[in-house]
DNA sequence: CGTATGCTCAAACGATCGTTTGATTCTGAC
DNA sequence: GTCAGAATCAAACGATCGTTTGAGCATACG
């Protein structure tokens, strides 16, 4: 290393930023290395190809991001005063913060690309880093909402996942207002997804 | 017109096959007009570009869904016995059912995509033939849910739709299991759905 | 028949892509 | 000071992209 940023890290952040811009099509690493002021030939060198890129830039924030959320889950899990609200809070507001720090915001953009992308590889990789954190949220859901049988649990945790991957990505039409600041914008959309949720899955 | 299929309706059919599968850069116009059995050159010939032929393939699933949506609204839009479960039975099943009309249902797929890409003529495209349609709808939200706010509306709404979106493009865990035909599966995801949306815009 | 028009075709265009190369510079241990 | 290894650089590689061209073919109308 050579510089108070190293190249590496210069790359993923530009590779972040681009992807969620122009998707992983669509962001050159002619675009990605002028954007990050370094060579054309230090992508493969260092991440040895766009691929092991891409992966590397959702390793990073989804490493943070599981841990946050499991930390937060491990707070609530099991008590017997726990409510539903309090798991979809563990679950929401870690994501949600990640996309108020640094330019982390983009990386939510990324991730519902990710989604929408039915690369194959690409989905084994999520379900790799993911499907571990899922099946810990499943369970303190499932031990929750006790009538509900576990295909229809299934069913509604998934319209939920819909629900805040549309909403973290600011997908939708809400916008925040100029009178309000982002960190009240994020507990607005924090509170509006956790009740929303709430209802979904524990209707009867 | 030369043959029984177009070789304009050929294109369009093979574009949203590709498309769904490789998203709109992923997909090139070698691959298309082989898979569809043209020449090279007839995409530009009979749309002018590639990305009109884009517009294209948007313009002909979505007039149709539209129209169908709006019709079913009409049905019970206004009526004092309309319940929530109608209106978004209005807006869902003809999604679902166009998704199970010939090879429709990569539309939704391709639909999911277009959100996901943030690229601002496709969105503006998709506003305009989607926005009309969408306020039709949250008149009618409206004015069967009189005791929430505007804003709150916009919220739950726009909730849904990242729900809807989520499992009308096949995103999900949930998978249609052999003992199930489509036609059941169809009316699970349905079912599931309105009665999720309906908890989730009405709660108090 | 002649010919105008709509369409299809193989071939080529310039541009851009991800990747590789080989030389050059920087860095730290001896 | 020397030298091995890591890192950076300009330049080029072959491949593929969207688009254009101009000739060839078909059908319909006078």
Redesign the interface.
């Known amino acids: 290393m050579n510089s108070p940023i190293s190249t590496k890290e210069r790359i993923l952040a530009a590779a972040e930023s681009l992807f969620?811009?122009r998707?992983f099509?669509?962001a050159s690493l002619r675009q990605l290395t002028a954007s990050a002021g370094v060579n054309l030939a230090a992508v493969n060198y260092h991440f040895g190809s766009k691929e092991k890129l891409v992966e590397q830039v959702f390793k990073r924030r989804l490493d943070a991001l599981n841990q946050h959320r499991l930390a937060e889950l491990a707070k609530v899990a099991g008590r017997a005063d726990t409510t539903l609200e309090d798991v979809l809070a563990a679950y929401i507001r870690p994501a949600l913060e990640l996309s108020h720090e640094g330019n982390g915001s983009l990386f939510m953009?990324v991730l519902?690309?990710a989604?929408?992308?039915?690369d194959d590889t690409l989905r084994q990789f999520l379900s790799d880093n993911y499907g571990h954190v899922m099946r810990q949220f499943t369970l303190e859901f499932a031990r929750l909402l006790p009538h509900l049988a576990k295909a229809e649990l299934?069913?509604?945790i998934?319209?939920?996942?819909?629900?805040?991957?549309?909403?973290m990505?600011g997908?939708?039409?809400?916008q925040r207002k100029d009178n309000v600041t982002e960190q009240q914008h994020r507990e607005q959309t924090a509170a509006?997804?956790i009740?929303?949720?709430?209802?979904?899955l524990?209707?009867p």
Chains 1, 2 share one sequence.
Do not use: K, N, P
Not at 115 to 118: D, I, W
Not at 158 to 167: F, K, Q, S
Not at 195 to 200: C, D, I, K, N, T
């Open positions: 969620a811009q998707g099509d669509g953009r519902a690309r989604f929408a992308e039915h299934y069913w509604r998934d319209l939920v996942t819909g629900a805040l991957t549309h909403a990505s997908f939708g039409m809400i509006h997804l009740r929303f949720a709430a209802a979904g524990s209707h």
